[in-house]
């Protein structure tokens, strides 16, 4: 009951605006604005904006009319039969549904040969009373033959009153308006699609501009690694060059000078003893060739020497007829420049 009520609610209220004059008053002052614009303004804004109204005589004069206009045909009450109807309250949530198989009830025509509208007027006595509106099948389909071959578009046929105000009763054809529905679909459709393919692509950037960030980022990395890498082998080859230096360095500070050892010798051994040969090894083994005629003590003689340690001979003291004297061999080690051994014996 609560849904029947309302649809009658509903339908009232909107044949109530049909027609009022509050709708005659907006549309007339809408009317004035729109015809004091110029004249191209009032072509290009009739393309796309409210559809004009003509009445069906009139229709046939309508050649200044640009293809596509949308237009509302007029048909006075000469060309429609009105017929107000009772029907059971719960009739009331589809009307149009219980009068397509009623018609034939209340017209002397079945609903294949008329077009028909309905409209709700109220509840009184327990019954839904509506108007109904009744046009020939062969007249309409003759007028919107006539609108489509001056390319016109119907959005709607209103049934006007004997005051020629509309009733809010629409006789357009279902088949027909779906043209138009279709129209404002396929744009719908269109713009859809456009959405879809432009988020699509916008998509596609977004991963393009993440590809090349990540490529660049790729790159950066793997630049930066290679400067680390560099940096790792130039602080292993400052390490190895450090270490060297410091090896050399240090095997400097234990290997005392030529000129300390023979000032050592020169010191330690007596002034008949003759050196020929002195050589230095690079671990600090020092040998010691020459003549003396105390070769048998030299031995005791170089441990006091503060540079040289462990003296030892090579070989056994074998004379030597040309000088007279004894030809030795002592390889002894030094003990670095600081000099660490006992001080010489000054006796």
């Known amino acids: 009951m609560g849904s029947e009520l309302f649809w009658l609610w509903h339908a009232r209220l909107k044949a109530q605006w049909n027609g009022s004059r509050t709708q005659l008053f ?3 002052w809408r009317l004035e604005l729109f015809s004091s614009l110029p004249s191209w303004l ?19 004069t309508m050649d200044d009319e640009p293809a596509s206009t949308h237009v509302v045909l007029d048909l006075p009450g000469d060309f429609v039969l009105l017929h107000r109807v009772p029907l059971p309250l719960a009739a009331a949530r589809d009307v149009r549904s219980v009068m397509a198989f009623e018609l034939d009830r209340f017209t002397p025509f079945d609903a294949s040969q008329v077009y028909y509208a309905i409209r709700r007027d109220g509840i009184r006595d327990a019954q839904v009373w509506v108007t109904l509106a009744l046009v020939q099948r062969d007249f309409l389909d003759q007028c919107l033959h006539h609108c489509t071959a001056n390319g016109l578009v119907l959005e709607a046929v209103e049934v006007l009153d004997d005051a020629g105000q509309p009733m809010g009763l629409d006789l357009l054809p279902t088949g027909y308006d779906a043209a138009v529905q279709h129209r404002g679909r396929h744009l719908a459709m269109g713009l859809g699609v456009a959405c879809v393919a432009l988020a699509i692509a916008l998509h596609g950037v977004w991963l393009h501009n993440r590809q090349i960030a990540l490529a660049v980022m790729k790159t950066e990395v793997q630049t ?8 790792a082998a130039l602080r292993n080859a400052l390490g190895a060059s450090r270490s060297a230096v410091q090896f050399l360095f240090e095997r400097r500070l234990n290997q005392p000078s030529r000129a300390l050892l023979l000032s050592e010798l020169t010191r330690c051994l007596p002034p ?22 105390r070769a048998s003590s030299l031995i005791a003689l170089i441990k006091g ?3 040289l340690s462990d003296p030892q001979y090579q070989g056994v003291i074998q004379p030597d007829e040309a000088s007279g004297r004894d030809r030795f061999y002592i390889r002894a080690k030094t003990r670095g420049e600081s000099g660490d051994g006992p001080p010489a014996d000054s006796s």
């Open 224 to 231: 930066l690694r290679q400067q680390a890498n560099e940096d």
């Open 26 to 28: 907006l549309q007339s």
């Open 305 to 307: 020497c503060s540079q």
């Open 42 to 60: 009032q072509r290009s804004l009739r393309l796309g904006g409210a559809p004009r109204h003509y009445s069906w005589p009139v229709l046939t």
């Open 272 to 293: 008949d003893t003759w050196l020929q040969t002195l050589e230095i090894s690079a671990d600090g083994q020092v040998d010691v060739a020459g003549l003396s005629t």
